[in-house]
């Protein structure tokens, strides 16, 4: 990659992040931490508002305005292929903003560069999901709902035993994983993270209660203890 090219794409990277690490920038473009941040110093030198520092991550600055992004047949292909497939595992409403958002991009692409795209043969058809499968799509728009507003669920939850119980919990994220959807949340009832199948949650309530970010009780945490148990897993002698 030509050396113009990387810097631009750095612009990029920053921009559609709300914080960039020079560790990311390096995985992306293939270059050492040391290239990146020579790189974003020379552009900050030329006037792009990026701020931050190395060692914390970078950002964009407010007003500074880039030309209209174009795709390459395979970027085109790819956001198609993207879309396509994650259509069949989103929730209906998401999953039509998805298309509509592809289509709007679509609209704008050179005829060539569309059709390459349009024509790119990855699917994944509806039509083969089950009934459990389509309910659990269903729930998980009132799952998201409530991770955005930050409110508070009572759910009626079975595990694997068949056991109901009743929780009260503060969500903090949907994760899909192949081939079901779990909610990570905190759990008021065991006061601790807990991870629950979406398709095994037999009710739910949103409650009218908000919660507030707390450092302790955050997605945050609980991805970085899952991070510490994943490496100390892969540590000889580590925890299985």
């Given at each position: 990659m030509r050396?113009?090219?990387?810097?631009?794409?750095i612009v990029q990277l920053i921009r559609g992040r709300r914080l960039t690490t020079a560790?990311?920038?390096?995985q992306r473009l293939e270059v050492s931490e040391r290239t990146v941040y020579r790189d974003v110093a020379d552009l900050q030198h030329q006037g792009v508002p990026i701020e931050g520092e190395a060692g914390v991550g970078y950002r964009l600055?407010?007003?500074?305005?880039l030309p209209p992004l174009m795709f390459s047949q395979d970027e085109a292909k790819a956001l198609v292929a993207s879309v396509r497939l994650a259509q069949a595992w989103l929730d209906p409403a998401l999953a039509g903003q998805a298309?509509?958002?592809l289509g709007k991009i679509l609209s704008v692409l050179p005829a060539g560069v569309r059709a390459a795209a349009e024509s790119v043969a990855l699917y994944a058809p509806m039509a083969s999901m089950g009934e459990a499968t389509r309910q659990t799509l269903h729930a998980l728009k009132t799952m998201r709902d409530a991770v955005h507003a930050r409110r508070k669920l009572r759910i009626?939850?079975?595990d694997l035993a068949g056991v109901t119980s009743e929780r009260v919990l503060r969500p903090l994220g949907c994760f899909f994983w192949g081939n079901v959807w779990t909610l990570t949340a905190w759990c008021e009832t065991r006061q601790d993270f807990r991870n629950f199948?979406?398709?095994?949650?037999?009710?739910?309530?949103?409650?009218?209660?908000h919660f507030r970010d707390e450092p302790d009780k955050s997605l945050a945490l609980f991805l970085r203890r899952v991070s510490a148990s994943a490496g100390q897993s892969a540590k000889p002698g580590g925890a299985p």
């Open positions: 050396r113009a090219d990387r810097l631009f794409h560790a990311f920038l390096a600055g407010t007003g500074f305005e298309e509509d958002a009626s939850y079975r199948r979406i398709d095994r949650i037999a009710h739910v309530t949103v409650l009218e209660d």
